[in-house]
């Protein structure tokens, strides 16, 4: 499989080409890693290549991780996390990596053989914080939205990256109005569009974090016209990480991320499959 790499807009990517021959422009898959294992855009293409699906899939850097990382070390990134978790390190990736998209997605069209319809966005972990995001401004049409374990309260991994840090977190009213605007069962209401979504939860994945899923899942099928289309797929095995550590370069696709590949190549192959 060929396997593209560059920048858009500033943004470095990873983009795999179409299964099949690719006969004019294709759609587009656009996704965003996780900051565990696999924290970078190659890596996050090894974990979950979809390579049976018949669009684009571009892996996009999330902010100070693959090659925007300060000096190829995660130290700066960990001291965000032990200055404040949510304001100086959670919230700035979700933020940073949604405003910095539109830009990047012209690029990508410019740079590559993709049609201008509707996008498919992938996001995992933080990742899946940063495609709802993009939902709720609106500037992007988008045709069906994965996310695998993902944090959709940014409470909830407030409370993991305390177990990293080993730190208790302080909240303050400028906290607290930042964990508000990336909590996406309160806003569910705001996610408007209601493209398909399915949300990939693993078996093993933090308690919390399936708790939010689940919840998130029925908030919105109390809104969609067609509730079936947000579907709950659980996976058996599947912790939170989707690769060994360090998750920093691309390594072979672990069982469980094999499993979470599969239903993934499956889903969007019925959406954009054409």
Known sequence: ?????????????????????????????????????????????????LAGVPAWRVHLGMPMCGARMVDGRVDAVLRRAREDALLSFLAPFAHQAADEFP?????????LPVDDG??????ASLGAAVALRVLTTRRIAVRAVALVNPAVRIRSAVERVQDLTGQAYRWTEESHEAAD?????????????HPPLLLVS???DHPEF???????????RERYARPDEVELITVPDLAHPLADEPGLEPAPQL????????????????????
Not at 1 to 7: A, F, L, N, R, S
Not at 19 to 41: C, E, F, K, Q, S
Not at 183 to 190: E, T
Not at 260 to 274: E, Y
């Open 118 to 123: 509707p996008v498919g966005l992938l996001g």
């Open 255 to 274: 069982p469980a991320a094999r499993a979470v590949d599969d239903v993934l190549t499956r889903w969007f192959g019925r959406r954009l499959g054409r």
């Open 1 to 49: 499989m060929e396997t593209i790499t560059g920048t858009a807009a500033g943004v470095p990517f990873t983009a795999l080409p179409p299964a099949g021959a690719a006969d004019g422009l294709a759609p587009l898959i656009v996704t965003w890693h996780m900051l565990d294992a696999p924290r970078t855009d190659a890596a996050f293409a090894a974990a979950l290549p």
């Open 103 to 111: 830009a990047a997605l012209a690029a990508l069209r410019e740079q």
């Open 202 to 204: 693993g078996e093993r």
């Open 210 to 220: 399936r708790t939010d899923a689940a919840a998130l899942v029925d908030a919105l």
């Open 181 to 193: 605007e990336l909590d996406f069962v309160a806003r569910a209401g705001d996610l408007t569009a």
